[in-house]
C-alpha cells in the first residue's frame, strides 16, 4: 500500500510541474484579486517574472480591459465561470496583443481564488489571414494573366494589320495606322508587364547588402527631392540565396515608392536583421532575413491596404499598380514573404527571404 502522504506529494509534484509547462498563460487571484501564482506563460506573456508580479492588483496589471474587479468578484461568490474571446490587452504603449480569456473559480488552502487562463490568439489570426490573402493575391494574379495573354494575341494581330496598311496609304493618312501601332506597343508593354516576370530566377549564394547598396546607389543617381537613405545592417547575416536581378528589382520598386511619396529632404531607412520562428505562407521557418524599407510619408489607404499587392491596385492617381504585384511576384519566387504595416506617418514594408541551415553553420 502506498502512504498517502507521497502519494499527494507526488500528485503536488506533477501539478506543479504540469502548470509550469502549460503554453496557456495562467495566473492566480485571492479573495482581494491580488496576483498570488502565475505560471512561466503567463510571465513571458506579462513581460515581467512572478517577483514583480506577486501580490498585484488585479487593476494594476489589466486596464481598459473588457473584464474587470465586479465580473471576477462576481466568479468567486458565484463559482461560475465565464470565457470571453477577442480580448485586446495592453501593457505598454507599443505591446498589446488579442487574447481568449477564461475565468474560473479555485480553492486552494480552504480559502477561494480566481484563476484567470489566457490564450494568445494574435498569432492564429495572422496565420490564417495571410493564406487567405496568398490565396486571394493567387488567384487575381492568374485571372490578370489570362487575360492579359486573350489581349496580347489580337493585339500582335492589330499592329501587323496596321503595318501593312501603311504602305497602301498615303503620306497624311498614315498618321492614322502610325497612332494604331504606337498605341498597340504601349498596351502591348503593359500587358507585358501585367504577365510578371517569365524567367525563373538564377539563385546564387551572396550578400544581401550587396543588393541594397546598389538601390542605394541608383536613388542617390536620381535624387531630385533630396532624399536621404539612411542603412542600418546587421553585418554579421550570413550569405543568402537569391537572384540578385530580381531582389534588387523587388526592393527598387518599393524604394521607388516611398520616393514618390515623401517630402522633399525625407529619410528612407533600409534595415537588416535575422528573425526567428516566421510564418511565410502558413508555414513557420525558423530562420529568415528580414529586410525592412521604413518611410515617414502618408501611410496607404486603408481602404486598399488588403488588395495593395494585386496588380492594377494603386494609392496614387497616376499610378499603375504593377510595381508592388511585381515585387510581390519576384519575393514569392525565392519562397519569401513581402507584407506592409502602414498608418498616416510611418510605412514598412518588410521582405523576409528564408535562411537555410547550411547558411547558418
Given at each position: 500500500m502506498?502512504d ?57 496589471i ?34 498589446e ?15 477561494p ?30 485571372l ?22 501603311t ?53 542617390s ?25 530580381k ?11 516611398a ?60 499610378g ?42
Amino acid at each position: 500500500m502506498h502512504d498517502h502522504r507521497d502519494l499527494l506529494k507526488h500528485k503536488l509534484n506533477y501539478q506543479q510541474q504540469l502548470a509550469n509547462q502549460l503554453v496557456t498563460a495562467v495566473i492566480v487571484f485571492d479573495e482581494k484579486l491580488t496576483i498570488q501564482y502565475v505560471n512561466p506563460a503567463a510571465e513571458a506573456l506579462l513581460v515581467k517574472s512572478f517577483n514583480k508580479l506577486y501580490n498585484l492588483a488585479f487593476a494594476d496589471i489589466f486596464k481598459n480591459l473588457s473584464i474587470d474587479d465586479v465580473r471576477l468578484q462576481q466568479v468567486l461568490e458565484s463559482g461560475q465561470e465565464f470565457t470571453d474571446s477577442d480580448v485586446k490587452i495592453k501593457f505598454a504603449e507599443h505591446y498589446e496583443f488579442t487574447a481568449e480569456i477564461t475565468a474560473s473559480a479555485v480553492e486552494f488552502n480552504n480559502t477561494p481564488h480566481v484563476m484567470l487562463e489566457l490564450r494568445q490568439v494574435d498569432q492564429q489570426k495572422q496565420i490564417s489571414i495571410e493564406v487567405f490573402q496568398q490565396q486571394q493575391w493567387e488567384s487575381a494574379r492568374d485571372l490578370i494573366r489570362g487575360l492579359a495573354h486573350e489581349i496580347k494575341n489580337p493585339l500582335g494581330g492589330l499592329r501587323g494589320a496596321a503595318q501593312l496598311l501603311t504602305k497602301e496609304l498615303s503620306e497624311d493618312q498614315q498618321e492614322y495606322t502610325t497612332l494604331i501601332i504606337e498605341q498597340a506597343d504601349r498596351l502591348r508593354n503593359l500587358v507585358d508587364r501585367l504577365l510578371g516576370p517569365n524567367q525563373l530566377p538564377d539563385m546564387k549564394t551572396q550578400n544581401v547588402h550587396l543588393v541594397l547598396e546598389k538601390v542605394n546607389q541608383l536613388v542617390s543617381f536620381d535624387n531630385t527631392k533630396n532624399i536621404k537613405l539612411v542603412r542600418d545592417y546587421d553585418p554579421s547575416i550570413p550569405d543568402v540565396t537569391f537572384d540578385d536581378d530580381k531582389l534588387h528589382q523587388a526592393v527598387l520598386n518599393i524604394v521607388s515608392n516611398a520616393v514618390q511619396v515623401v517630402e522633399e529632404g525625407s529619410e528612407i531607412l533600409l534595415r537588416t536583421r535575422v528573425a526567428s520562428n516566421q510564418t511565410i505562407n502558413g508555414k513557420r521557418v525558423k530562420l529568415t532575413v528580414m529586410i525592412s524599407i521604413i518611410d515617414h510619408g502618408p501611410g496607404i489607404p486603408e481602404t486598399i491596404q488588403d488588395t495593395l499587392f494585386y496588380p492594377m491596385v494603386s494609392g496614387r492617381s497616376n499610378g499603375t499598380g504593377l510595381g508592388l504585384s511585381i515585387s510581390q511576384t519576384l519575393i514569392n519566387q525565392h519562397k519569401g514573404k513581402l507584407s506592409c504595416n502602414s498608418r498616416p506617418g510611418r510605412t514598412e514594408f518588410i521582405i523576409l527571404l528564408p535562411l537555410s541551415e547550411e547558411n547558418t553553420a
